[in-house]
């Protein structure tokens, strides 16, 4: 049996009530309109903070329902159709394993016999990885005819360098995901390790018949940190360049002969056409 005098039972039924007003309070605090106001700013700032999506390994889905919701208010009836559809280039595994910085490519085109054009492509680029662990750079070339007499389409591995050195040895050439008839298409494929910084030196070269096709296209399947085109001619022949979508290309008057272009932005992944014609 336990006894309490008098001072120590009031202490406790003080502490009683004091707790018993505490929790009204508080109950009154958590559902004011005050309270939930302040609440959702701190939920809707932690749940968007760059620490707490950093964490999270489903950011596909996060940026597909954020960006779904925008269309959900306006088309609801379009929504079944958009998620099949949806994509984000720059989600893309590749786009997340490098990009190209200071990219520089010429162009030289040459009409030789029987209206075949000679293209050769040289190029100078660094790939900028995240990590120094092994990846692997894929690029392919092709053309609307078939390897036949003198319509070709290959790589110059003799002009083909890493950091300098030949890459001939680590050059291989691999089995293209996409095989058309009446097409030439080359997939080559090289991997890197060691550095998050590389410099290539690449050099391509075909031939086509400018009465078949008059269109030479460039490519990329990566993100492209600044990049120059400088497209040289012979007389015999008349060049329109284009780009496409929002990657715009101003031309550069620094340098006279023949045709250059620029652009100083980041261009995302794209499409280059030059259109041949003879005079």
């Not at 406790?12 to 707790?19: A, D, E, G, W």
């Not at 009204?24 to 700013?41: A, G, M, R, V």
């Not at 003198?150 to 040895?169: A, Q, S």
């Not at 492209?224 to 007389?235: A, L, P, R, T």
């Amino acid at each position: 049996v336990s006894f309490f005098s008098g001072g120590i039972f009031s202490a406790t039924v003080k502490l009683i009530n004091s707790l018993v007003i505490f929790k009204k309070h508080f109950k009154d605090i958590i559902i004011s309109k005050e309270f939930d106001e302040i609440l959702t700013k701190k939920l809707d700032i932690l749940t968007f903070s760059n620490d707490h999506l950093l964490k999270q390994n489903n950011l596909d889905d996060i940026w597909k329902k954020v960006t779904l919701c925008k269309y959900e208010q306006k088309f609801p009836e379009l929504m079944n159709k958009l998620k099949n559809n949806l994509e984000n280039e720059l989600f893309f595994e590749n786009n997340l394993t490098c990009y190209y910085k200071n990219f520089r490519t010429q162009i030289n085109l040459e009409l030789l016999d029987n209206n075949v054009v000679k293209i050769t492509e040289i190029s100078s680029f660094s790939i900028v990885s995240n990590s120094v662990e092994t990846f692997s750079i894929d690029f392919w070339i092709s053309s609307n005819s078939v390897d036949e007499g003198d319509i070709y389409t290959k790589i110059v591995p003799e002009k083909c360098r890493i950091n300098g050195m030949l890459f001939e040895d680590k050059l291989k050439e691999v089995d293209p995901a996409e095989k058309v008839p009446a097409k030439t298409i080359k997939s080559y494929q090289f991997e890197l390790n060691g550095n998050t910084e590389y410099h290539i030196e690449r050099s391509v070269e075909m031939t086509q018949n400018i009465t078949d096709d008059r269109v030479f296209s460039f490519s990329s399947s990566r993100i492209i940190d600044d990049m120059s085109i400088h497209i040289q001619y012979c007389d015999k022949l008349d060049v329109f360049f284009s780009s496409v979508g929002k990657n715009y290309f101003q031309p550069d008057n620094q340098i006279l002969n023949g045709k250059s272009y620029i652009n100083r932005d980041v261009l995302l992944p794209y499409y280059l056409k030059l259109y041949s014609t003879t005079d």
